[in-house]
């Protein structure tokens, strides 16, 4: 087996304590050549949709590689480990819906197994920190250049489980798109595309609140609203010098309703 140059690390651990740097290290032990990128630590604890948006717009600018997904409030339950694989990499973590968003961007689940080689994994695997105990050990594996199928059961990749689609309802002249994301700038990034943004002209009414449609920030005047196509593709809100999560008072999960102003 040929193996993978890079491992990914998505996971909502934090950076106050040890979590990720044991990851790390069990990675290290087993496949010392291995690089690793750190795509985030930040998820909201939890928070497994923010964890699966991130991590779904993120791989398709990742090399080839094993991507280790952790945000994981079901650990140590009955809930499944998998591993997927994809036309663009391998995916590793729970079988919570946080995976299946990436390996759509990845080109789609065309193998999934699931874990259940206990050889795989640490000595003793903690019930709290499958992390460090299963996912990064057979991410490691993995990498290293073990066979994808010695990891466990082949399962349907049909049978995962899947976050609900974010919503987006299309009208004569209004859309009405779910809250995706919020940065950490207080962007509100929305599950419409560009498509959708297109019949609507240039000013707008986000909810009630006068934007302006622009590519950048400072298409608004300082602290404007403006509305834009952002790096992902998705429509976004801004507030020029701003928090637009403040000012249209949201979180992801709400709707959003953009009309001609």
Do not use: K
């Not at 339950?77 to 391998?90: I, M, W």
């Not at 049978?159 to 994301?181: C, K, N, Q």
């Amino acid at each position: 087996m040929t193996g993978y140059d890079w491992i990914t690390l998505t996971t909502d651990y934090g950076l106050s304590d040890g979590f990720v740097a044991a990851c790390h290290g069990v990675i290290a032990r087993i496949s010392p050549a291995t690089r690793v990128i750190d795509v985030t630590h930040l998820v909201a604890p939890g928070d497994v949709p923010r964890g699966a948006a991130v991590l779904a717009q993120a791989v398709p600018h990742l090399p080839p590689a094993v991507h280790v997904a952790v945000v994981d409030p079901g650990v140590g339950t009955a809930r499944r480990g998998l591993a997927v694989e994809t036309p663009g990499g391998l995916l590793v973590g729970p079988d919570n819906g946080l995976l299946p968003w990436a390996a759509d961007a990845l080109g789609g689940a065309r193998l999934a197994v699931e874990l259940a080689n206990p050889a795989w994994f640490a000595t003793r695997v903690s019930h709290t920190f499958h992390g460090r105990d299963v996912f990064a050990p057979v991410a490691a594996r993995l990498a290293f250049g073990a066979d994808l199928a010695d990891a466990g059961i082949a399962v349907d990749p049909a049978s995962l489980v899947r976050l609900l689609d974010p919503a987006v309802d299309r009208g004569d002249g209004w859309v009405e798109a779910e809250v995706l994301t919020v940065d950490r700038f207080g962007n509100v990034q929305l599950a419409a595309t560009a498509p959708d943004l297109a019949p609507l002209g240039d000013r707008l009414l986000v909810s009630g609140v006068p934007a302006e449609r622009g590519a950048t920030f400072a298409d608004a005047p300082p602290g404007g609203l403006v509305v834009y196509v952002d790096s992902a593709d998705r429509v976004s809100v801004a507030v020029n010098g701003g928090r637009a999560v403040v000012v249209l008072a949201v979180a992801p999960g709400d709707v959003l309703r953009l009309t001609p102003a």
